[in-house]
C-alpha cells in the first residue's frame, strides 16, 4: 500500500530555515519564519504565561480529559478577547482547537459539512496553509485579487470586483489584521464595504485571526472581525493565540461561528463538538488553560498586555526605522509603505532574482515571494537589510 504514496512538497519556509542553519556566514540575517524575535533573536515565554505555568502547575490536580469543545472558560475568555460585545454571547459557537491551523481546518471541514457545493475564496495571496487544506480537503478555492504590486497596499478596487463574482452560500476567507504574506490591511470603510457586498451577495465570511495585538492594538485589530460578526448573518472565525500569547508549540486556537438566528447555537455547538470527535476528540488543553489563566487575572492580564503592547512597539520602530534608511539611501518615497504595513510581515514586492541574490550576495534569508519578517530584524540590521536592498535593486 505504501508504495502507492506520493512524495509531498516539501514546506518552503522549513526548507529556508533550513538553508539559513546550515549558512556558515556569521552575519546571516534570518527574516523567514513566522515567530516572533526580539532584539536578540529570542521568542521569550511571556512574563505572564511563564507566572500561569508556576499557577497552573500548584493548582491542576488531574489530567482527565477536558469537553469535547474544551474548557468551557478558555472558550468565554476568547470569545471576550475577539469579539469584545460586538454580538450577544447567545449568538456564539465555540470549541477550543489545535492552534488557529486546527481552528481554520475544522473551520473548512464545517464548511464542507454544511454546504459541499460552496466554494471558499481565498486572497491572492494568502497564508499557504489555506490553500494547502483547502487542495488536501478537495475543497472548491477561488483566489480573489488582494495586493497591489504597485503601491503594495490593497487592491481594494481589484478585490471588490472579484467578489462580485461570488454566489449566495460561497466563504470569503478573509484575514482579521496584519495579513500574511502582505502587512496590508483593509481599513475601517473598506471592511463596511466588504461586509455590504458579502450580504448583498448572501456569501458567508470566515475570518482568520491569528495576529491580534500585533498591528495597531488589541481591540483595534479585533474592529473587522467585530463589524463582521455584528453586521452578517452568519460567520465563522478562526482564532489563534500563538502569536500574541507567544505559546506556537502548545497548540492554542479556537474556533467560532456566530449566528444572529441564535436558535442556530446549539445545533452549531454540537457541530463543533461533532468535528473535534472524529478529528482528536479532545483539543489540547495546556495552552487554552495558560491564556484563560492570563485573561481571567487581572494582574497577569495587564502585564500580558503591557508585554504584548511592547512587541507591537518594537516592530512598529523597526518598520518606521527601515523605511527612513530606505528613503535616506534610495532618495524616494516607494518604500513607505513598510511604515504602512503591520503585523510581523511585509512584502516588498520584490523578483525572486532578487530575493535569491540578498540571500546569496548578503545572508539575508526571506520567503521567495519576498516577504520578510519585520520581527527577524534589530536596530542594528534594519541598516544592513536597507542597503541590501538598495544594492539589489529593489
Ligand atoms: N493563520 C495565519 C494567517 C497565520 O499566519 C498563522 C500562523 N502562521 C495561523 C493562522 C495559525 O498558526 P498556529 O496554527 O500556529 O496557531
Excluded at 58 to 71: R, S, V
Excluded at 158 to 187: E, F, I, R, S, W
Excluded at 359 to 369: Q, W
Aim: aromatic residues 6%.
Amino acid at each position: 500500500m505504501f508504495e502507492l504514496l506520493k512524495e509531498q512538497p516539501a514546506d518552503k519556509i522549513l526548507m529556508l530555515m533550513q538553508a539559513f542553519r546550515e549558512d556558515p556566514r556569521e552575519t546571516k540575517i534570518d527574516l523567514g519564519v513566522g515567530v516572533y524575535k526580539d532584539a536578540n533573536g529570542n521568542t521569550p515565554v511571556m512574563r505572564a504565561v511563564k507566572a500561569a505555568e508556576k499557577l497552573w502547575w500548584e493548582q491542576e490536580t488531574t489530567k482527565a480529559y477536558t469537553g469535547l469543545a474544551g474548557d468551557p472558560a478558555y472558550a468565554e475568555a476568547m470569545i471576550d478577547l475577539v469579539l469584545g460585545d460586538a454580538v450577544p454571547r447567545a449568538a456564539v459557537s465555540a470549541a477550543a482547537t489545535p492552534g488557529g491551523t486546527g481552528a481554520c481546518r475544522q473551520g473548512f471541514d464545517l464548511v464542507r459539512m454544511a454546504n459541499p457545493a460552496a466554494r471558499v475564496w481565498v486572497s491572492d495571496p494568502t497564508w499557504p496553509n489555506h490553500l494547502s487544506i483547502l487542495k488536501h480537503m478537495g475543497m472548491e478555492r477561488v483566489d480573489y485579487r488582494y495586493f497591489d504590486e504597485e503601491t503594495r497596499g490593497v487592491d481594494f478596487d481589484g478585490m471588490m470586483a472579484d467578489l462580485a463574482g461570488v454566489k449566495a452560500g460561497d466563504v470569503v476567507l478573509v484575514h482579521g489584521c496584519c495579513h500574511n504574506p502582505t502587512g496590508a490591511n483593509l481599513n475601517l470603510a473598506q471592511w463596511r464595504e466588504l461586509v455590504a457586498l458579502l450580504n448583498a451577495k448572501g456569501a458567508i465570511p470566515m475570518v482568520d485571526i491569528a495576529y491580534q495585538g500585533f498591528g495597531d492594538g488589541l481591540d483595534e485589530d479585533a474592529a473587522g472581525v467585530r463589524l463582521i460578526a455584528s453586521s452578517v448573518p452568519e460567520c465563522i472565525i478562526a482564532a489563534s493565540c500563538s502569536k500574541n500569547f507567544g505559546i506556537y508549540r502548545e497548540r492554542t486556537g479556537l474556533l467560532m461561528t456566530v449566528a444572529q438566528d441564535t436558535a442556530k447555537q446549539k445545533l452549531n455547538q454540537g457541530t463543533l463538538n461533532y468535528l473535534n470527535r472524529q478529528n482528536y476528540s479532545f483539543p489540547p488543553d495546556h495552552g487554552a488553560r495558560l491564556v484563560t489563566l492570563v485573561l481571567n487575572d487581572p494582574g497577569l492580564r495587564a502585564d500580558w498586555a503591557a508585554e504584548l503592547e511592547e512587541v507591537r512597539l518594537s516592530m512598529l520602530g523597526l518598520r518606521e526605522q527601515l523605511a527612513s534608511e530606505l528613503q535616506r539611501l534610495s532618495g524616494s518615497d516607494r518604500f513607505g509603505f513598510i511604515a504602512q504595513h503591520r503585523g510581523m510581515f511585509s512584502r516588498l514586492g520584490a523578483t525572486p532574482e532578487q530575493v535569491a541574490r540578498l540571500r546569496d550576495e548578503h545572508a539575508i534569508y526571506m520567503v521567495g515571494d519576498s516577504r520578510l519578517n519585520i520581527a527577524g530584524l534589530n536596530k542594528t540590521t534594519v541598516p544592513i537589510l536597507a542597503r541590501a536592498i538598495v544594492d539589489v535593486g529593489i
